[in-house]
């Protein structure tokens, strides 16, 4: 992710050099490169010993080129996303083309991106000489660097600089190599600073390191630098990386690897990050980089602090020490020290890093990127994403490992060895005194005196509930549930009413944000089960100068959740200890956001450390200003004042109540919160008589609900701490003006302008006077929100709509429809989506004959993915037979699809792929016209979902291929997919399953979702969804459905504009749904760049629904949403229904087209020139609005007019089809082998494959990613050798034997991911998530990393060795034996739903038979070993067994002896 | 909603009748309420919809499920509140609404509805024996004051909406007492008029001032605004040949004492709820046999009365011709009518026939009119909304 120039805000006063050049930063329509994501392969070669030799150099090139798939192209195949290679300086060569130069050590130097322009290349170096002499330092001369352009791509060619190299000598005053670093790092800032040209960029500038890269190709790295191929060009260690961006216009800059680091992954806290340093008045990190670039500038400053590498990264890289308790004290000791004044930089990343001496490499703390080693005979470290990047000979290999989270990996070539984990951390933890340091001086807010005093409004609590706008709603439907359960409340079927913006009610300024979420680029995670690596724990108060450690540095108060109680707050309030002073600011107003600003500088100034913004006090005189307003301004005012890190803020509000509300307060800043009225809101729910509770156990339960809320809004974005989501601003407004995105939420996106301060004032003025009225009502209002009301918010499905839209489909009625569909676009009375706001132009209109016909738009109507299982059986292939009736398609949703669907008018042509994977067979993937990934959903995208036990009927079981009764977890992320080349890597895989399934890739409409798609449609997708964040849902957090995600207007506008423009829509279709009803929804969708349309919520009301909301509950009385036989009997939709309906739109939308004078709906497709807004239509909050960036019309081909190229046809399976059982070669770029093979299969035998070992294939060398994905019964894998992530990827009856001689890692990371039946036998070690989401593979395994069977189903698993943290996790089905010989595995063990239990001697015979056949298959010595004395060592074995599984078992008395003899 | 699966565990109950045998013979209500216990049972079928139609039926837009909730709670208080603050009147609908929000109810869709109108009752009959039901006058007098001509209940719909907002409300009634069609066109057997009685003492308690007998004909002076709500006044003729024979009688004033039935062969025209009422009279008065002719068809469901359960033969699609009536005393006899499906013409005897045919919209000449006057005649319901309506916007323009 980069952000543009503006994150610094007016630029310094220096004098800039204008110069010429392309533009890089230019923000087209909605597109802008602010959004851009990236991500890689990264790897290096070492020699351990520190020999320099050209044949690292050679070695380095070459892994780059095995990792060239992991790097993308545009539109232009012939230019890269951009790679490059760091190395130690290669003296004896720069001395050959360069004779002045003095020894090695002396002298500095790197690579420089020039103007083309003469001139401006002119004024660059007489800058260098200035500054460097400046510096008092010698400028020895520029070199040209040799280069060879003739391979690169036209637009790489294009935008190429002049590139040069400069070679600065010694100044006399400096001794170390370390301040000479400092000079040269000096140098280069003050050049930075100086001339600001897009052209020009400074590739590193040190005496010990040198970067080539550019925007390359992988293999063009080599041929395009000459220096490179120079036998003199020598290097111990190569440092590579190779680029995969989603961005439009790659630029040369951003190619990695950076001064010291190149980074795979993605920092999602980028924006907080870069704001916390520019607070600590910290000024290195350059405009316009990557998250990586930003992340290197850090680095480089603390390294060049005096930090060694190792505790640099671990500051800026946490390990998840909160509540690890087998990390030794010391290291947490160390991490907690640090956090007191570095928040994680969070996000999936692996790294590796370089000074020239040493290399190392570490992973984020959940180890969500891959990175494999391997240590050579001869003393060489390979490493890099992949496993098999360079052809070494088995015999040769020393060692082979993975990378762990947590863990740092580290090659010292001056003491010629690898650096154990523990060791590099006992050197760093050792030199300091931290554990004292904290003891002393960190102050823990449990052990703060008890005030005993608890400030209660009591009196008028009603009208402080209406003033800070609670309704009625909010205690029923929010607050009710929260303080009951401890939860967040689960609702169903999206939002159709107004935008805030929109509305005519006054709205809380929470309700003008949505909450961003990860999707592609970055995974999200599972705060439940993977809670491990969460954590809200805080260190507030004043933070100290980061270049330096004293024991001053960790005075902080430790708070353990940031939502105060009463009591908590006044503890704070009057603290007295370590200097600790608080001020508390009222913010009630009349007064100025000013005003309230200079009051906290003051307070600073003054010497307090904690400042309480605080609205208590509101009464007929005084209303609250909003809190989130306030600590917006303040946070705002004193990052830009660099104060910010000097005080802790603290709200004690009576508005904040929902978790959305939480969230916000931390995202702009809040470092804790005390939301003191919906606490008394609690304390009234139990006094009423609705609580059934003691007043203390709800407000607790209702804290937990929020925390537990709030993990689950920064898991969304992938972050796992609160201290590194504060401050970070992951939410897009929409509606808000930018005077007050400026003043108060810097850097936010708000597309589409809107409401100022006055509006935000009058709002709160409707609701301050409406409840302080005289002779008003105590009632509070009724909300309507979350249940339609007659005197609630407006609702686009509400009674009258509903019952036209039935009367029409059920009697066939267009006259019916046409006023429903009168009913949904006229919003003159009140405006609800963006679209209200349009109107088409004025056009000469054509004959309606001469429009498209009805029969051939229907074909582009699909309908939205409803899982049989969230709706019921006879609802389901209603819509399925309607769709194939009319030639749409229809979507099987995540679960599967009954196989004896398959042939039939029941079929859905669209088979979803989601990240349960329940049912994806290979058969079920072979009988798909398009397989579509899930990557979010409308209603609560970032999230995953969870089939309750009770709602697994035997039916629904079938088809997801599980156990009747056993709960069914999809977590939030694909387990393949934490990356964008991931998703390509996954598109990949399914369209070797199914060549002729055309592939797309489902996205929630989000602000950067052009870019993801540019990067999906570059990962050859053949069709994006972008789904809008209104649409409906089965079941999902109430705060989901409101406020994550955008509108697709938004989501679509900058999907195409950012296609068109980057030149890649000609590649790829694109489809939107969430809340579209009518001819004029379709109309307006398809002049906004779709080609498709789906519908969801609108199939179900024809069929019946009355939006009860109920789906959640399984209770719909309708029996659209449920399954409950007695209740699926009340359906009554039938397929006519829809059929006629979509004739209606069909209709509708031609009559449209033909006013329009439009013939087709291709040339209907981007035509934004046909819509302009309705002013007059605007709401009195909404006249600042701003549509031009939407219905912006970008330059280029604007429809899907070609096929994507998608490599497929010169695999390995075609030659394996080819010629049948054998030995076969196989090496790292041959990946998906298998899937095409078992795609055929499928299709000639179905569902059961071939008989046991009919096919047999022998693989030697190193396999590519999913290795055996989706093998088919009858298939036998055999590889000897290693191989990468995925094996066995959704493995359906095949066999999968894996060995080599290694005792270590043979196999990466998620492996048998969503893997139905087979058998594996591997010998050797997996990497992390082995087994995840199981279903019924029998695996045997000599041990694994973190995350073991996590989401497991079934099966049966056997692990010969240790395990790593947090194994089953969410696991509820299947049966784990682990070999736990050292008697460690308990506290590695996930116990929330499994329990740890001898084996039975049923048990004792599964084992054993799985162990006679790992040795008959893999010779293995340790399964040998525990055969040999079986008795005495099953012993040791400890079964892990889920306790729902176990009661399903018993229950059902199913025979748990099912494993076949092999 | 207290118990999601309510819905398919408990039958639908609606309140008891008394046995016809015995209600006939007095004029006391014809139903008995129900316990509070059953009310909490039935609360629990309601949904609790997330588009809840019956909110949206209703004309007055109470909050239905999240009465219906708390009722199943055992929390009646605050459901009281609930109820009051939507409906004035909830004891005059709670007994005589047609309840549109049970024709509207989504579980009626495939299972019988929530007993809405039952549950009404009971919340506002137990709030009154639990005395929660007391005067709330306003904290503060705006000194502004308003006329309202006519206590029906769109008049007193409007009349307390603004009282409640401080002004001082003075109603006209030209009747000797307050209340209207309630009082006078209901007959006491469906709604108790004490019913009344203690809801206009809160009322005056609340501060609004009712002057009856008086017919106003003008604007009155003294008032910064007048709202006009005299009802729909002109009933419905039928002019047929033996029109102007005795023993013919408008519902309205069969209702309110003319005529008697004892004894009588009774023939009702006008097959709606006023005809029945007439029917639920002419019984209790002692009529021979009663007959209730409609000029439309049979409904696919037919909705039974308890005055149809009382006694009565109902005939659909009967147009009626003319009154027969004897030379001798001028008084109808019989009527003759015509079968608009079959064609067929007969006679029906009659010796009282009551005329249910509703009234006529008049154009309202007035700034500030309310209910049936402004809308024509509709439901007791509709007026009270409509009251309420016009108080909003007089108190706007004050």
């Known amino acids: ?244 961006s989603t961005n439009t216009f790659p630029t040369w800059d951003l190619a990695q690897p950076f001064r010291f680091l190149a980074h795979n992954g993605e920092i999602n806290t980028l924006r907080g990050n870069i704001n916390w340093m520019r607070a600590r008045g910290i000024d290195v990190i350059v405009p316009g980089g990557s998250d990586s670039a930003a992340l290197d500038n850090v680095f480089e400053l603390l390294t060049l602090s005096g930090r060694s590498m190792a505790h640099s990264m671990m500051m800026l890289i946490p390990g998840a020490w909160e509540h690890d308790n087998l990390m030794r004290k010391e290291v947490r000791d160390f991490y907690k020290y640090h956090a007191c004044f570095m928040e994680p930089w969070d996000g999936p990343a692996a790294i590796a890093f370089t000074d020239g001496k040493d290399v190392g490499a570490v992973l984020d703390r959940n180890g969500l990127r891959p990175a494999r080693y391997i240590v050579t005979n001869d003393g060489l470290v390979v490493m890099a994403s992949e496993v098999g990047v360079l052809d070494i000979k088995p015999e040769q290999i020393k060692y082979s490992g993975r990378l762990e989270p947590g863990k740092m990996f580290y090659i010292d070539t001056e003491t010629n060895r690898i650096v154990e984990d523990d060791e590099i951390k006992e050197e760093i933890y050792s030199s300091r005194f931290y554990g004292q340091w904290l003891t002393e001086n960190m102050v823990d807010l449990d052990d703060l005196h008890k005030t005993g005093s608890s400030v209660r409004t009591g009196r008028d609590l009603s009208l402080q509930l209406k003033s800070f706008g609670y309704t009625r709603e909010d205690l029923k439907i929010i607050i009710k549930p929260m303080a009951e359960k401890g939860q967040e409340p689960v609702g169903s079927m999206g939002n159709d009413t107004p935008h805030a913006v929109l509305s005519q009610r006054p709205q809380l300024l929470y309700n003008y944000f949505k909450q961003l979420f990860a999707q592609v680029t970055n995974p999200p995670i599972d705060p439940i089960r993977e809670e491990v690596v969460m954590s809200l724990e805080s260190y507030v108060g004043p933070q100290r100068d980061i270049l330096s450690e004293s024991p001053e540095h960790c005075r902080k108060l430790r708070v353990h959740e940031p939502i105060l109680l009463n009591e908590e707050l006044e503890r704070i309030r009057s603290i007295q200890k370590n200097g600790f002073k608080t001020k508390t600011i009222s913010i009630v107003s009349p007064k100025s956001l000013d005003a309230i600003c200079s009051e906290a500088e003051a307070a600073i100034n003054d010497g307090s450390t904690f400042l309480i913004l605080s609205d208590r006090g509101v009464d007929k005189k005084h209303s609250a200003i909003p809190a989130l307003l306030a600590v917006g301004a303040v946070h705002q005012h004193l990052v830009r004042k660099a104060l910010r890190t000097k005080v802790g803020i603290i709200i004690e509000s009576g508005e904040p109540r929902e978790v959305h509300h939480f969230a916000l307060l931390f995202g702009y800043g809040a470092d804790l919160v005390n939301p003191y009225l919906a606490y008394e809101a609690v304390g009234l729910l139990v006094d009423e008589g609705s609580l059934f509770l003691d007043e203390t156990t709800a407000v607790n339960n209702y804290r937990k609900a929020v925390n537990k809320g709030l993990k689950k809004i920064l898991s969304k974005m992938g972050i796992s701490t609160l201290n590194s989501y504060r401050g970070a601003q992951i939410f897009e407004a929409l509606g808000l003006s930018d005077e007050v995105i400026k003043k108060c939420f810097e850097g936010t996106p708000s597309r589409i302008g809107g409401a100022g301060f006055e509006i935000i004032e009058k709002e709160t003025q409707l609701r301050h006077q409406a409840a302080f009225a005289e002779n008003g009502s105590d009632l509070l209002d009724t909300g309507g929100i979350y249940q339609w009301r007659k005197d609630g918010e407006f609702h686009l499905w509400n009674p009258e709509s509903i019952s036209a839209i039935q009367d029409a489909a059920r009697n066939n009625d267009y006259g019916r429809y046409k006023e429903f569909a009168g009913l949904i676009d006229d919003q003159s009375k009140q405006p609800t989506s963006l679209r209200s706001s349009f109107k088409f132009k004025a056009a000469k209109a054509i004959p309606i004959k001469e429009v498209e016909p009805v029969e051939s738009i229907m074909k582009r109507f699909a309908t939205g993915a409803m899982s049989f299982g969230s709706i019921s059986g006879p609802a389901h292939e209603t819509i399925a037979i309607a769709m194939n009736a009319i030639g749409g398609k229809s979507n099987t949703g995540e679960g599967g699809e009954d196989p004896a669907r398959f042939k039939d008018n029941r079929r859905s042509a669209i088979k979803q792929v989601a990240s349960g994977r329940f049912g994806v067979t290979t058969n079920y993937l072979v009988n798909a016209d398009e397989l579509q990934i899930k990557i979010a959903q409308g209603a609560k995208p970032g999230e995953g979902g969870q089939l309750p036990g009770h709602k697994v009927s035997a039916l629904i079981a079938k088809t997801r291929y599980t156990t009747k009764g056993v709960t069914l977890i999809s977590p939030p992320p694909h387990h393949d997919i934490y990356s964008i080349e991931d998703l390509a890597q996954l598109i990949f895989d399914l369209k070797n399953v199914n060549p002729s399934a055309r592939i797309s890739v489902k996205l929630v409409s989000e602000i950067g979702v052009g870019t993801v798609a540019a990067g999906v449609a570059k990962g050859h997708a053949d069709m994006i969804l972008i789904s809008g964040g209104e649409g409906g849902t089965g079941a999902s957090p109430i705060s989901s459905i409101r406020h994550a995600g955008l509108p697709w207007e938004l989501g679509l506008a900058e999907t195409h504009q950012t296609l068109v423009l980057n030149n890649l829509r000609s590649r790829v279709r694109l489809q939107t749904d969430g809340q579209i009803r009518t001819g004029r929804d379709v109309a307006i969708a398809a002049m906004l760049g779709a080609e498709e349309f789906g519908f969801a919520t609108t199939m179900l009301i024809i069929s019946g629904c009355v939006m009860l909301r109920h789906c959640h509950l399984n209770n719909c009385s309708v029996g659209v949403a449920t399954q409950d036989p007695v209740l699926a009997e009340r359906f009554r939709g039938k397929p006519e229904y829809i059929i006629n309906y979509f004739n209606f739109l069909a209709r509708d939308l031609r009559e449209t087209m033909a006013l329009l004078g439009i013939r087709t709906i291709d040339e209907l497709v981007g035509r934004t020139d046909l819509l302009e807004v309705d002013e007059k239509l605007l709401p009195w909050k909404a006249k600042g609005l701003d549509y031009s960036k939407i219905l912006y019309r970008p330059k280029g081909e604007s429809h899907c007019t070609q096929k994507q190229e998608h490599g497929i046809e010169k695999i390995l399976d075609r030659e394996l089809i080819k010629k049948g059982s054998g030995e076969y070669k196989i090496k790292n770029s041959d990946r998906s082998v298998g899937a095409m093979l078992s795609g055929e299969i499928c299709k000639k035998h179905g569902e059961k494959g071939l008989p046991e070992d009919s096919l047999r294939f022998k693989f030697t060398g190193c396999a590519g990613q999913s290795f055996g994905a989706w093998l088919a019964p009858g298939i036998t894998f055999e590889l000897d050798g290693l191989a990468n992530d995925y094996v066995g990827k959704g493995m359906f009856g095949g066999k999968l034997i894996i060995h080599s001689p290694l005792k270590n890692i043979v196999i990466g990371n998620t492996s048998f991911y969503g893997a139905i039946r087979g058998e594996a036998y591997i010998r050797g070690m997996a990497g992390e998530r082995f087994c995840v989401r199981n279903s019924g593979v029998n695996a045997v395994v000599e041990g694994v990393g973190d995350h073991g069977c996590e989401y497991m189903t079934g099966g049966r698993v056997v692990i010969l060795g240790p395990t790593g943290r947090n194994f089953a996790a969410g696991m509820s089905g299947g049966i784990a034996y682990v070999y736990d010989k050292l008697g460690e595995f308990e506290p590695k063990c996930n116990q929330a739903m499994v329990e740890l239990e001898e084996l039975s001697l049923g048990d004792q015979k599964t084992v054993k038979r799985l162990l006679e056949n790992h040795f008959k298959y893999t010779r293995s010595p340790i399964a040998k070993a525990v055969l040999d004395d079986f008795k005495a060592e099953i012993k040791r074995f400890v079964k892990v067994m889920p306790i729902e599984y176990k009661r399903v078992l018993t229950e059902e008395e199913i025979e748990l002896l099912e494993v076949g003899d092999g | 909603m207290g118990n999601p699966k309510g819905f398919l565990k408990v039958k639908r109950k609606t309140c008891g009748y008394r046995p016809v045998c015995e209600r006939v013979k007095d004029y006391n209500e014809v139903f008995t309420l129900r316990s509070d216990r059953d009310s909490e049972e039935q609360s629990s079928r309601c949904m609790d919809c997330g588009t809840p139609f019956c909110n949206f039926g209703c004309p007055i837009g109470n909050y239905i499920p999240e009465w219906n909730d708390l009722v199943y709670n055992r929390q009646w208080k605050k459901a009281f509140e609930l109820l009051e603050a939507t409906n004035i009147l909830p004891e005059v609908t709670g007994r005589v609404c047609p309840a549109l929000c049970e024709a509207a109810c989504v579980l009626g869709i495939n299972d019988d509805p929530v007993t809405i109108k039952d549950n009404e009752l009971a919340i506002i009959e137990h709030a009154f024996k639990k005395g929660w039901v007391v005067p709330r006058p306003p904290k503060k007098r705006t000194g ?255």
């Open chain 1, 1 to 244: 992710m980069a952000f543009g120039l503006n994150t610094f805000g007016p630029a310094p006063k220096t004098k800039v050099l204008k110069m010429l050049g392309y533009e890089k930063y230019k923000t087209e329509g909605l597109y802008s490169p602010a959004f851009e994501h990236d991500s890689c392969g990264v790897g290096f070669v070492v020699s351990i010993k520190g020999e320099k030799s050209h044949d690292i150099v050679e070695k380095g090139l070459q892994i780059l080129k095995r990792l060239s798939h992991r790097g993308a192209v545009g539109a232009d195949p012939q230019t890269g996303d951009g790679a490059g290679i760091l190395v130690q300086i290669p003296h004896d060569f720069y001395k050959k083309v360069f004779p002045k130069l003095p020894q090695f050590g002396s002298y500095g130097t790197g690579l420089l991106f020039l103007p083309p322009n003469k001139e401006e290349r002119k004024a660059v170096k007489e800058a260098f000489l200035k500054i460097v002499e400046k510096e008092g330092q010698v400028l020895l001369g520029f070199r040209k660097v040799p280069i060879n352009e003739s391979e690169i791509g036209e637009s790489a060619r294009k935008t190429r600089p002049v590139i040069e190299q400069v070679f600065i000598f010694k100044g006399k005053r400096v001794n170390t190599r370390l301040e000479f670093e400092r000079k040269l790092y000096a140098i280069r800032r003050k050049i930075e600073k100086e001339i600001k040209a897009e052209s020009f960029y400074i590739l590193n500038l040190s005496s010990r390191t040198v970067a080539y890269k550019g925007l390359l190709m992988a293999e063009q790295v080599e041929e395009f630098f000459l220096d490179l191929k120079d036998p003199d060009f020598k290097s111990a260690i190569a440092l590579i990386h190779s680029r995969y």
């Open chain 2, 144 to 398: 502004k004051k308003v006329a309202v001509i006519g206590s029906g209940p769109a008049g007193l719909s409007a009349a307390v909406h603004l009282n409640r907002k401080g002004h001082l409300v003075t109603v006209f009634e030209k009747d000797d007492k307050i209340g209207g069609i309630m009082r006078y066109g209901i007959p006491e057997f469906k709604l108790e008029k004490h019913i009344l009685d203690r809801r206009i003492k809160i009322w005056e308690q609340e501060g609004i001032v009712f002057k009856t007998e008086k017919n106003i004909k003008k604007n009155p002076d003294g008032f910064d605004a007048v709202i006009w709500a005299c009802g729909a006044l002109t009933p419905r003729d039928l002019k047929i040949p033996g029109r102007e024979l005795e023993g013919i009688y408008f519902a309205m004033d069969f209702l309110t004492g003319n005529g008697n039935a004892k004894g009588k062969k009774v023939v009702v025209i006008g097959g709606g709820d006023t005809g029945a009422d007439c029917v639920g009279t002419a019984n209790r008065q002692g009529a021979r046999c009663v007959v209730q002719i409609e000029l439309l068809p049979c409904p696919p469901i037919v909705k039974t009365s308890s005055s149809h359960e009382e006694g009565c033969e109902r005939k659909w699609s009967i147009e009626t011709k003319r009154f027969v009536g004897t030379d001798r005393d001028l008084s109808v006899r019989s009527i003759r009518c015509k079968n608009r499906e079959t064609g067929e013409e007969f006679e029906i005897e009659a010796d009282l026939v009551i005329l249910a045919l509703g009234f006529l919209k008049e154009e309202p000449k007035e700034k500030f009119c309310a209910g049936d006057m402004k809308t024509g005649p509709s439901l007791i319901v509709r007026a009270i909304n409509d009251g309420f309506e016009v108080a909003r916007e007089v108190d706007r323009s004050l």
